[in-house]
């Protein structure tokens, strides 16, 4: 599977963004996708995920502020990111992951909350 990434970019405090995950190849094999991020010196965080019965995910400190969605074909994962803080600044990675692990990575969004 391959992924490609998009929709990062430079934002206010407060604002909000849309990132893209656009999957090809065998997406028949995708049970669940993931958003995760890395800040500079920091490990990469898991954010957010779906799965292919549309049970979600957050981590705490992004609930109730942004939103992982999918289309019914997993060609596009969607995380819509509202009230954004500056401690959101990070790439944005998505993951595709089908039964046996793995199997997809995107290259990064870079996202920078800042005024």
């Known amino acids: 599977v391959q992924l490609q990434a998009s929709g990062g970019g430079l934002v206010q405090p407060g604002g909000s963004l849309r990132l893209s995950c656009a999957a090809s190849g065998s997406i028949f094999s995708i049970i669940k996708m993931d958003w995760y991020r890395q800040a500079p010196g920091k490990q990469r965080e898991l954010v957010a995920y779906i799965t292919r019965g549309d049970n979600t995910y957050y981590v705490d400190s992004v609930k109730g502020r942004f939103t992982i969605s999918r289309d019914s074909a997993w060609n596009t994962v969607y995380l819509q990111m509202n009230s954004l803080k500056p401690g959101d600044t990070a790439v944005y990675y998505c993951?595709?992951?089908?039964?046996?692990?793995?199997?997809?990575w995107g290259q990064g969004t870079q996202v920078t909350v800042s005024s």
């Open positions: 993951r595709a992951l089908g039964n046996w692990g793995t199997i997809g």
